[in-house]
């Protein structure tokens, strides 16, 4: 038998076997992949890696305190370019912030942006990342800057990702010391109220049992799935689709470019909610009382209400409630209401960041990032420090009076 006859006689493989041996090969391949990863405990969410990286400022609190709270990790350190960093991190261009800085960002035994030789304060201020402002160096923080001002040592109480309910829980714990006798509240009208009811809500679960109060780090289950990994890598959506582009809004110059991210509401929309914030208010009146302290409480509008100013075109491709024209709400008169039937001192620094921005946009970042400039903060601690030294200043002729 020649060689040719040979090769006519031998058998073939189709190519349907071919494909389905191949897809067996893989499969045999994946199980044993998913297998290993599984087995070794590879993580892939990388949470170390991508904790790290990120800048603490855009970190949620992990460490659990009290009943229900959390506070960040003590005597954390983190040097970088703030914005830039956490903008790279979601994957955006480097391009948004080419003069940002790096510097050290350093905090306390207890989470905060404070001197670690700060041992006793006259003033302490509790709100969210728009009091922690851990994309400015230390000294352009309003409270640096008011301490200055004011000539009195003044704490750092911010935490990122804070409502009202875990604020005042951070006074009593770590803002009240003999020498105490203000406490700056700072209400962002972006979220705070929001941040308040998920605080509340998770405050009854944990009562109730349906919750645990859990360290959220030690805790955290590692995804060692290689299936699900390439799963969410296809389909899932990416950080930057989540987070939207940098900017999404241009001045009616047609270049300026900025984001904006929030469109408060008015009283009369969320009336079922104010009442319950209205709860979290005289919880944190009722500490200051107890302790002699007054309480101011400073309105921060958003980015967009601080450059109302100006006309501008939301982007077709923003989301819808940002596309809807929006007016200046009145949630400043009821914040205002709601604090002089109390007593509570209070200080909308809406028209001084206005006038800050009368010629330029300077009392925000621009792009991505929604919170103070060091001009916003300055701008801030300076109309803030007016408001209490006038009051000191008119306390004797009302007495006398």
């Not at 991190?89 to 080419?98: E, H, L």
């Not at 951070?170 to 003999?178: D, N, P, Q, V």
């Not at 100006?310 to 409630?321: G, L, N």
Request: contains cysteine.
């Amino acid at each position: 038998m020649d060689a040719s006859t040979s090769d006519k006689e031998s058998p073939s493989i189709s190519v349907t076997r071919k494909i389905v041996y191949a897809g067996m090969a893989l499969l045999l391949f994946l199980g044993v992949c998913e297998f290993t990863f599984r087995a070794i405990g590879f993580d892939f969410s990388k949470l170390g890696e991508d904790l790290n990286g990120t800048p603490v400022f855009y970190r949620i609190p992990t460490e659990p305190f009290g009943t229900a709270f959390y506070k960040r990790p003590g005597n954390q350190q983190w040097t970088g370019k703030v914005v830039t960093a956490q903008m790279s991190r979601i994957g955006y261009d480097a391009k948004w912030f080419p003069e940002e800085e790096e510097f050290t960002l350093n905090y306390d035994a207890d989470g905060f942006r404070n001197p670690r030789s700060l041992a006793s304060w006259h003033t302490a201020m509790i709100g969210d990342s728009f009091t922690e402002l851990g994309n400015l160096k230390q000294e352009e923080l309003v409270t640096s800057r008011l301490s200055q001002l004011l000539d009195v040592p003044v704490k750092n109480l911010g935490v990122s990702h804070t409502g009202l309910l875990n604020q005042t829980e951070y006074l009593r714990e770590f803002g009240i010391c003999k020498e105490t006798r203000e406490v700056v509240w700072v209400f962002f009208e972006g979220n705070d109220i929001q941040d308040y009811l998920l605080e509340s809500n998770r405050l009854s679960e944990i009562q109730t049992g349906s919750a645990k109060h859990i360290d959220l780090l030690e805790t955290h289950q590692p995804q060692t799935s290689l299936i699900q990994a390439v799963h969410r890598r296809i389909f899932g959506r990416s950080r930057k689709e989540i987070y939207g582009p940098a900017v999404n809004a241009t001045l009616s110059d047609g270049v300026t470019q900025f984001k904006i991210d929030y469109a408060p509401p008015g009283q009369e929309q969320i009336l079922m909610q104010l009442g319950r914030y209205e709860a979290g208010i005289d919880k944190l009146l009722q500490l200051c009382k107890q302790n002699n302290l007054q309480l101011t409480c400073v309105y921060m509008p958003c980015k967009r209400r601080a450059f109302s100013d100006h006309k501008y075109t939301v982007a077709s491709d923003a989301p819808a409630y940002l596309r809807m024209k929006w007016v200046p709400s009145d949630l400043p008169d009821w914040l205002q209401r709601v604090c002089d039937d109390r007593g509570i001192r209070f200080v909308d620094v809406t028209d001084a960041l206005r006038t800050l921005n009368q010629k330029k946009l300077l009392s925000h970042n621009l792009y991505f990032d929604t919170h103070l400039t060091a001009a916003g903060a300055e701008v801030v601690a300076q109309t803030l420090a007016k408001a209490m030294r006038d009051d000191e200043l008119a306390e004797p002729n009302s007495l006398e009076n």
